[in-house]
């Protein structure tokens, strides 16, 4: 059962994977396991996902009121239609739409069968390598206001992609716009405003299930605790990254992904960890009692 120190120590987790290349939602499933409070599940992880994107639009401030206000007034003819700023608010709508029908369409998997620890180890590894190879051979070439419809579809499917956990938002954008020739600093400015339409609709959609139909497995008020801290967290963490990428590749992201990747299978082949239920000795515990 969870209690405020896990609680504490999951929004703190949430808050410093979140923008980090490495996925939050595979760190959050593996800290909760290893906890012994086995899975806190998918709407704690959106949930909690609402307070770094609240990070999201307080560092990126200025630039998310320029491109609504853009937008709409490219909507009255008062701005040019193709204005970057305007066209920027239509390639967010337009890179959101994959991760809204996918997560639409496999929402019971996403909630249980791609949530094992196996699925976890190998996506953290298989997109670790991509992002490797992304980085190395990328171009690196455009800017954020090169951005055209197909790429911004591919953005989106790339984002769509991180609903399994293991593969990482950020990382998958990322990695998708590395390959498509932009800037590390490009890629992940797009890929941090890309995900704020879907954080926010996942993430008061689960809120709002959670309030119709409270469980006991992750009490509501144990939830928002852990989404402040990682709002406070991930406010630090997107300037020291954006400062970083602007500077240095993502290899020690890379490295550490397939790192932990190994690790999760060594501790599942050796019954340390199961894939779906908590740690072994959490489970041998309990079955004492």
């Known amino acids: 059962m969870m209690g405020i120190f896990e609680a504490i120590l999951l929004g703190i987790i949430q808050g410093l994977t979140e923008f980090l290349p490495i996925s939050s939602s595979a760190h959050l499933r593996i800290a909760s396991e290893l906890m012994g409070i086995g899975d806190a599940g998918a709407a704690f992880t959106a949930i ?21 206000g853009r937008w709409f007034r490219s909507l009255t003819g008062s701005v040019p239609r193709k204005d970057p700023d305007a ?19 496999f929402q019971d998997q996403i909630e249980t069968t791609l949530r094992s620890l196996w699925i976890v180890a190998f996506t953290l590894i298989g997109f670790g390598i991509l992002l490797g190879i992304a980085d190395k051979f990328g171009r690196k070439q455009r800017d954020i206001k090169d951005l055209t419809w197909k790429r911004g579809l591919i953005y989106g499917g790339a984002q769509a992609l991180a609903l399994i956990p293991g593969v990482s938002r950020s990382g998958g954008t990322i990695t998708a716009g590395l390959m498509m020739g932009y800037t590390r600093e490009a890629a ?19 809120l709002f299930k959670a309030i119709k139909s409270p469980t006991d497995t992750t009490p509501m008020g144990l939830t928002m605790l852990a989404t402040v801290v990682a709002f406070v967290i991930a406010l630090v963490v997107i300037g020291l990254f954006m400062k970083y990428i602007s ?5 020690p992201f890379v490295v550490y992904r397939v790192l932990l990747g190994i690790v999760i299978i060594v501790l599942l082949s050796t019954g340390v960890l199961t894939a779906d239920g908590g740690t072994a000795i959490a489970q041998t515990a309990g079955g004492a009692q």
């Open 188 to 206: 992940a400015r797009y890929s941090f405003l890309l995900a704020i339409p879907a954080v926010f609709g996942s993430g008061f959609y689960q």
């Open 48 to 68: 909690t996902q609402l307070g770094t994107e609240a990070a999201v639009i307080v560092f990126f401030w200025r630039d998310i009121t320029r491109i609504i």
């Open 247 to 251: 500077k240095r590749s993502f290899m």
């Open 87 to 105: 066209m920027m608010g239509w390639w967010i709508i337009l890179g959101t739409i994959p991760i809204v029908v996918l997560g639409l369409v």
